[in-house]
């Protein structure tokens, strides 16, 4: 069967079958399992189903225990795709992902959606990640796409490294609003809420949004909102492209900040080699941080924008922009109430066009 337990919970994987196996536990509702790998696995031909869902979350301590998980991929999933599709209360440490793939809409990564978890020591790399317009059929756009995770509610991240990465996401051709395009996207990872991170490095990959109208696309994240911090965090030789009308586009992140008096700390930040590339009628674009979340229609649930904090920052690269573009900045597009210190650059803003500002 590929595993060994030790009838308390406790699950070794010997295989990449018996990896399959216990996903099957954990999808038929089985909890408290806890997967230790004693083995590489290469995952290559195997039909993957995600372990883990939103009816029967996988809550348990996944150790990777120092092994490589290799090609896997999930295509044709179009939410929660990834090696795990939801975890809750669980811990995810110590294993790498080489040669990912996986495709989908909402929630896509190696790890579809984290909540209330702990993702520590993952590295994922070699990656291709698709994130596909579903407007049309289903009335959402592509969101919430990463190469580690799609989604986080409430989770912590630490030691997380994410190199070689291909991504492109498909925003709807018909958008005419930012709502209605792709959104919340990153390499490392997409939506995060009430998340933090510390020690996380993203290299040597490019994101690509093919279509006008994104917004929250960044080098690591594509929000890190409502979280304590985003420290220690480092972003190099990555570059990410958008269309027209992109707006909060940052080279580590797209969106952060707090709520409620509440600041976001983003220390110890850094961009090195990074493009930043926008078209037209752009705005709140930075070579950290493009800026906090604020949307008129969003006015009820958050009246200001969310606020954060910079500390012993440094941007590097370059950032591009098309004409009447506006709040363009080598550190961060936009703040609100900002608190900065030791705030460096050598980025530099090769604007286009006579309005750009």
Not at 73 to 100: D, E, H, P, R, W
Not at 197 to 220: E, P
Not at 240 to 263: E, P, S
Request: charged fraction near 15%.
């Amino acid at each position: 069967k590929g595993y060994t337990d030790d009838g308390q919970g406790n699950y070794t994987v010997t295989s990449a079958e018996g990896l399959k196996n216990i996903a099957k536990l954990v999808n038929s509702g089985a909890t408290g399992i806890n997967i230790t790998l004693d083995t590489d696995l290469d995952l290559t031909d195997m039909e993957w189903t995600p372990i883990g869902n939103y009816e029967k979350q996988y809550t348990g301590t996944f150790d990777g225990n120092g092994h490589t998980i290799s090609n896997l991929n999930v295509v044709g999933t179009q939410m929660l795709s990834g090696l795990f599709g939801v975890t809750a209360n669980a811990t995810i440490s110590n294993v790498t992902f080489k040669n990912l793939t996986v495709e989908g809409s909402v929630m896509v990564g190696a790890i579809g959606y984290t909540y209330c978890s702990t993702v520590e020591n993952v590295t994922v790399d070699g990656a291709t990640v698709h994130g596909v317009d579903a407007f049309a059929e289903v009335g959402y756009p592509a969101q919430m796409i990463g190469a580690l995770t799609g989604a986080s509610m409430d989770s912590v991240y630490s030691g997380c490294a994410v190199s070689n990465v291909t991504m492109t996401v498909d925003s709807n051709p018909e958008a005419q609003d930012l709502f209605s395009g792709a959104q919340n996207c990153g390499i490392l990872g997409g939506g995060f809420e009430g998340s933090s991170l510390s020690d996380c490095t993203v290299s040597d990959s490019t994101l690509t949004v093919s279509g006008d109208y994104c917004y929250g696309i960044g080098g690591m994240n594509g929000c890190v909102m409502t979280g304590e911090y985003y420290r220690n965090c480092a972003v190099s030789n990555v570059t990410v492209k958008t269309g027209n009308h992109a707006d909060l586009i940052g080279g580590a992140v797209g969106y952060t900040g707090n709520i409620d008096g509440a600041v976001t700390e983003v220390s110890n930040a850094s961009t090195t080699n990074v493009t930043v590339s926008v078209g037209d009628n752009a705005s709140r674009i930075g070579g950290i941080i493009g800026g906090p979340f604020f949307f008129e229609e969003y006015a009820a649930y958050y009246p200001n924008p969310t606020c954060y904090a910079l500390t012993n920052c440094a941007s590097d690269g370059v950032v591009e922009v098309g004409e009447n573009s506006t709040a363009v900045g080598a550190v961060a597009g936009y703040a609100y109430q900002l608190k900065s210190e030791n705030v460096t650059t050598t980025l530099s803003l090769p604007l286009i066009g006579e309005e750009a500002e």
